[in-house]
């Protein structure tokens, strides 16, 4: 591990950790028994993280400060992995939204001895037939203009992204990281999820989703609340594809309360 430094334009300090040839930029936030981690598109994140450190008191945070252009997600929950070993950190909480919820599932599949539980936002279970269009659209989005695609970005997350929150996406999505999303979005639809892991379907599992969400049709929500019936369902109205934007307050109660709830469960 190094020792902890800036990065210039960075919002928060950051420490390093050398995973194979990766050298990952993370942050831990608070204190508490329990360890939430998560990755975040950035280390200049200003919206996000903020409302995330602020709310969730009593609980460490563990951020992966800007995701890491590996090939695969199978790569890249490793990494995950790795990061909390070389920390020290033991198993955690893993959080994601979106690409992240997807990220987190992999986790529990492939690296369960680093998963103690999960929330997953605004995500869906594998869907095979993306599997193919993913990948297609991997070479077309190759040859679109940065500006372009990020446009095209910018526009599907909605309505519900305020000024500064676009601000920080227009700085933070740059084409290598829009490509490996999309080479990720690709591995994760042709996995068998529920084949590869009966751990998974006991983990304590938090569902976070949106009513009107543009990336994850009602159909896909229910598929996934119905593959885990015994995870915990908050829903809001009107959060698009980033609730924690909108319902700041809401959204991380709802976490703290689920952490809380497990924490409970496990007293003697």
Sequence with gaps: ???????????????????????????????????????????????????????????????????????????????????????????????????????????????????????????????????????????????????????????AGGAEMGDVQRDVAEKALTKPLLLSWLRWAGDFHGLSIGDQSDAFLRLPTLILESSDDPGVPEKHRERLKAFLPHATVTTFEGGGHFPAGKFAEEYFSAVRNFVAQDRESEQP
């Design 1 to 155: 591990m190094s020792e902890s430094d800036t990065p210039q334009g960075a919002f928060y300090a950051c420490q390093h950790a050398d995973i194979g040839h990766l050298r990952v930029p993370y942050v831990i936030a608070g204190e508490g028994r329990e360890t939430i981690f998560t990755y975040s598109m950035s280390t200049d994140n200003q919206v996000y993280l903020p409302a995330m450190f602020e709310r969730l008191t009593g609980i460490a945070c563990f951020v992966v400060a800007g995701w890491p252009t590996v090939p695969g997600i199978e790569e890249a929950t490793r990494v995950g992995a790795e990061l909390l070993r070389a920390a020290a950190v033991g198993p955690a909480i893993w959080m994601g939204s979106s690409v992240g919820g997807s990220i987190a599932q992999c986790a529990a599949v492939f690296n369960p001895e680093m998963v103690s539980g999960l929330i997953l936002s605004n995500t869906a279970l594998p869907v095979t037939w993306v599997r193919l269009p993913a990948r297609i659209a991997t070479g077309a989005m190759a040859l679109i203009p940065t500006r372009l695609l990020k446009n095209l970005m910018l526009k």
